[in-house]
């Protein structure tokens, strides 16, 4: 899952509203049912509506060699066919309804979601009911799937460099655990793909015990516990296979891998190896790394988009990004395009970039500087959990990579308590070269 980021302008005024919402947190609390599936709900009454959202325990981190795609091929599937309805009826039934629906599969998760009135919430709770535990994954109906899920891969990875450039990069940045494995599936192995693999895939792991059901919006906790027990009480907990933490070596050593394409202008990508929340053995490390990734890189006023990009204009893109929100180890990375009217050498924008980040390390950020990355950090949060849906993703994904979703409501006061001091040590200790993957794209030659 990735949510983008945008640069927002903002007075002190209008942060005083913001800051006021980021601690006053909407009534939320969980249960458990008796076969295991964890519910969790937060009651917003601000509109007649509700978000109702499926995590199941499984993603692309959870495949071994030669099983790439699986979790993302059997999230197009379960909408094919099941107990109570065919392909298509349950899309019918919610678009009569206004609702709307739709999927997505991480490096952790699979997650099916709705949106639509709080009084048809049961109508969400028996579909996804169903689909978590009847899904026919007929061959038939997986053939022609597949090659669509095959063109999608073409289309969004294949023909996009960038986009391949970060999933070769993955590969080589992630050398022991399963973050290294393509989500949407390697070519070769979505070419050999088969549905008693897809059904074993299910059996294996939609079990309501490695599931969470997140429901936010104008509910009443005490009528989403009877509609749980109505729709989820009765399937059955079922044996999930162990799923190792996706753990990296402390220091892998350099890595860096070289593709061409037809690019006008090189393009560089750095990834440094770094715990997550869940990883950290004190979570401030992966506040510090998350407003780290904003200095680099990750707002209009960070350093390198400031010296490299508006001030030598040696790169016409500059971004970076840290994902603190994985059940095992991350990355830290910056993406940048070369200005080929300035600079072609990527080797010599490898060395400016080290430039930058030695400066953080050799010196703590000026008080100021941090307060204007906590300030976007917390603006970005604060937006992005202002409709249901967002709301939900946070819960959901804490929840499901182990974490506490009552962190959700602590994130402003945790990033709050990050000094500069935390900003230079983390620094230090992660932007090494020994932690370092690096990808090159560069144009190519023209040999006619």
């Known amino acids: 899952m990735n949510i983008s980021r945008n640069t927002l302008v903002l007075s002190f005024i209008a942060w005083l509203p913001l800051m006021a919402a980021a601690t006053s947190p909407p009534a939320t609390q969980d249960f458990l049912l008796d076969n295991g599936l964890k519910v969790v709900v937060r009651e917003d009454h601000r509109s007649p509506i509700v978000t109702v959202q499926l995590w199941i325990k499984v993603g692309s981190s959870y495949e071994l060699p030669g099983q790439s795609g699986l979790s993302h091929a059997l999230e197009h599937m379960v909408y094919?066919?099941?107990?109570?309805?065919?392909?298509?009826?349950?899309?019918?039934?919610?678009?009569?309804?206004?609702?709307?629906?739709?999927?997505?599969?991480?490096?952790?998760?699979?997650?099916?979601?709705?949106?639509?009135?709080?009084?048809?919430?049961?109508?969400a709770f028996e579909i996804l009911a169903d689909l978590m535990s009847t899904a026919e994954l007929d061959a038939q109906d997986f053939t022609p799937e597949l090659k669509v899920i095959q063109e999608e891969r073409r289309m969004r990875v294949d023909d996009e460099i960038t986009t391949s450039a970060h999933e070769r990069l993955n590969s080589i940045a992630y050398p022991t655990s399963g973050y290294r494995t393509s989500t949407i599936g390697w070519m070769h192995d979505l070419r050999r793909m088969n549905a008693v693999q897809l059904q074993q895939w299910y059996q294996a792991w939609y079990s309501p015990d490695n599931a969470t059901l997140v429901v936010v919006g104008d509910v009443a906790p005490?009528?989403?516990?009877?509609?749980?027990?109505?729709?989820?009480?009765?399937?059955?907990?079922?044996?999930?296979?162990?799923?190792?933490?996706?753990?990296?070596?402390?220091?892998?050593?350099?890595?860096s891998l070289t593709l061409h394409a037809p690019i006008t202008s090189p393009r560089l990508i750095m990834s440094f190896n770094a715990p997550s929340l869940a990883t950290a053995l004190d979570r401030r490390t992966a506040h510090a790394l998350r407003l780290l990734d904003m200095l680099l890189a990750g707002s209009g006023s960070a350093r390198i988009k400031q010296q490299l990009q508006l001030g030598e204009a040696i790169f016409t893109e500059a971004q970076s990004e840290y994902d603190a929100f994985k059940r095992g180890d991350s990355l830290l990375t910056i993406s940048t395009q070369l200005n080929p009217d300035k600079l072609t050498d990527t080797d010599e924008a490898l060395a400016r970039l080290w430039q930058v980040i030695e400066s953080l390390k050799s010196k703590a950020p000026e008080p100021a500087e941090l307060e204007r990355a906590k300030n976007l950090l917390i603006a970005n949060t604060v937006y992005a959990q202002d409709d249901l849906e967002g709301q939900a993703n946070t819960l959901g994904l804490l929840d499901t990579i182990g974490l506490d979703w009552r962190l959700a409501d602590q994130d402003t006061d945790e990033l709050n308590k990050v000094t500069p001091l935390d900003i230079q040590q983390v620094a230090k200790t992660y932007l090494t070269r020994e932690r370092l993957s690096t990808a090159k794209i560069l144009p190519e030659k023209n040999n006619g």
């Open 222 to 255: 005490e009528r989403i516990k009877a509609l749980a027990q109505q729709y989820f009480g009765h399937l059955e907990r079922r044996a999930t296979p162990a799923a190792p933490v996706p753990v990296e070596l402390a220091s892998a050593g350099e890595r």
């Open 80 to 123: 094919k066919g099941s107990s109570k309805a065919c392909a298509g009826e349950f899309a019918a039934i919610l678009d009569k309804l206004g609702a709307s629906q739709n999927a997505f599969t991480g490096t952790d998760f699979t997650v099916f979601h709705q949106t639509l009135s709080s009084g048809r919430a049961g109508v």
